[in-house]
């Protein structure tokens, strides 16, 4: 089992800069990802980045790449997952949910292949949402 606590998010104008900060805790014991959805009114739910803890590979989707940075740190046996969020453009508007879930080496590769995060938006650990709104 595993609790995800995110914080941050806001509003912001476009170029600018916000950092969303994901707590997790519980069972991290196996290969595990986390990573960051969003979700806009209106379409669907998409993964945009995510992290491999063991080895601290990161993973994006083309949209973010270049502008958003995954990274993390572990304190008290708790991992604090990061998603830094630099020249957001008013397309980035959305609900940002952090997730987590154990991820293969073939589903990290495949994912890798395909331009995905490992994580399937099936998965059973979810943060609570922030929303994130960038005004042009």
């Known amino acids: 089992q595993l609790e995800l606590v995110e914080s941050g998010g806001g509003s912001v104008q476009a170029g600018g800069s916000l950092k969303l900060s994901c707590v997790v805790s519980g069972d991290t014991y196996g290969p595990t990802c986390v990573g960051w959805f969003r979700q806009a009114p209106g379409k669907e739910r998409e993964g945009v980045a995510a992290i491999f803890t063991r080895e601290n590979i990161t993973y994006y989707v083309e949209a973010v790449k270049g502008r958003f940075t995954v990274s993390q740190e572990t304190a008290n046996a708790k991992t604090t997952v990061y998603l830094q969020m630099n020249s957001l453009k008013p397309e980035d508007t959305a609900m940002y949910y952090c997730?987590?879930?154990?991820?293969?080496?073939?589903?990290?590769?495949?994912?890798?292949?395909?331009?995905?995060?490992?994580?399937?938006?099936?998965?059973?650990?979810w943060g609570q949402g922030t929303q994130v709104t960038v005004s042009s």
């Open positions: 997730a987590a879930d154990s991820c293969t080496l073939v589903q990290r590769v495949v994912a890798g292949r395909q331009g995905k995060i490992p994580i399937s938006p099936e998965t059973n650990y």
